[in-house]
């Protein structure tokens, strides 16, 4: 049960520095931390093997997810 809290706690002060970050490049670094952190915290808090396959989901979705966003933010960046 600690891993499983200090995993949240990480997932919260990640959105948190989210929020309070300005830089929107430093955002994805938290947004990533933010998403590792719920990953993990699944598989710990449910004790069901289908939790495991949810969090590899969840892991691979919001990896994706990050990379399009980021890509997407990198070109408009350089005005392509």
Sequence with gaps: ???AA???VIAVYAVIRIIAEKETLRKFTYLN????AIAAT???LISDPLALIAAVA?????TLESNAIASAYAVRRDGK
């Design 58 to 62: 969840y892991f691979v979705g919001s």
């Design 1 to 3: 049960m600690i891993a």
């Design 42 to 44: 699944i598989p710990l």
């Design 33 to 36: 931390v933010m998403n590792f």
């Design 6 to 8: 200090v995993t949240a």
